[in-house]
T-cell receptor, first 117, second 114 residues
């Protein structure tokens, strides 16, 4: 398996622009997670899907952030409008967990490094 | 609530000497514990995982960790460091009460001197 796939790997944009990050989870995995990593705050969970349904989005910073999972093999994280403080590495992870609440190993993608000027 | 404390933000060892990265956790239930490694500009890779089976867990690249409930610790060790071990290491806890959520420690940066 190719593992979790994220695109783009790097994104540089100007403040105010819309940014869309993409993730393809491992085939057969039922849970998908979006994380943000910064020097100041470390790794933060933004949102978590199980069977394509958002289970917990309490980590989403504000209304400028939105995430969708239209099918089992694709998810997007959108920032509109983007701000310089959104600059970070965004990771997508997936796990087998069939039920929300079942602990399982998460497998991480390579991340998208976002720079907002 | 669950939490993880990695006691050292930076650890420096010489190549060929043992590695010890310390981790203490707090969990209200029987936890699952993980160690992940992140090489520069890379994603997180699972090193090993404890899920209430054997308390001594062996992982990839010669790493192992021992779950000690009485000490609420899950320290990561390796007998002999290699230059390629230089990376950031994260101790992670997940328990039933927190669902499928992972709580990450702050990370320990391991430096390996030649």
């Amino acid at each position: 398996d190719a593992g979790v796939i994220q695109s783009p790997r790097h994104e540089v944009t100007e403040m105010g622009q819309e940014v869309t990050l993409r993730c393809k989870p491992i085939s057969g995995h039922n849970s998908l997670f979006w994380y943000r990593q910064t020097m100041m705050r470390g790794l933060e969970l933004l949102i978590y899907f199980n069977n394509n349904v958002p289970i917990d989005d309490s980590g989403m910073p504000e209304d400028r952030f939105s995430a969708k999972m239209p099918n089992a093999s694709f998810s997007t994280l959108k920032i509109q409008p983007s701000e310089p403080r959104d600059s970070a590495v965004y990771f997508c992870a997936s796990s087998l967990a069939r039920l929300a609440g079942a602990g399982d190993t998460q497998y991480f993608g390579p991340g998208t490094r976002l720079t907002v000027l | 609530a669950q939490s993880v404390t990695q006691l050292d933000s930076h650890v420096s060892v010489s190549e060929g000497t043992p590695v010890l990265l310390r981790c203490n956790y707090s969990s209200s239930y029987s936890p699952s514990l993980f160690w992940y490694v992140q090489h520069p500009n890379k994603g997180l890779q699972l090193l090993l995982k404890y899920t209430s089976a054997a308390t001594l867990v062996k992982g990839i690249n010669g790493f192992e960790a021992e779950f000690k409930k009485s000490e609420t610790s899950f320290h990561l060790t390796k007998p002999s460091a290699h230059m390629s071990d230089a990376a950031e290491y994260f101790c992670v806890v997940s328990d039933h009460n927190a669902g499928n959520m992972l709580t990450f420690g702050g990370g320990t940066r391991l430096m390996v001197k030649p």
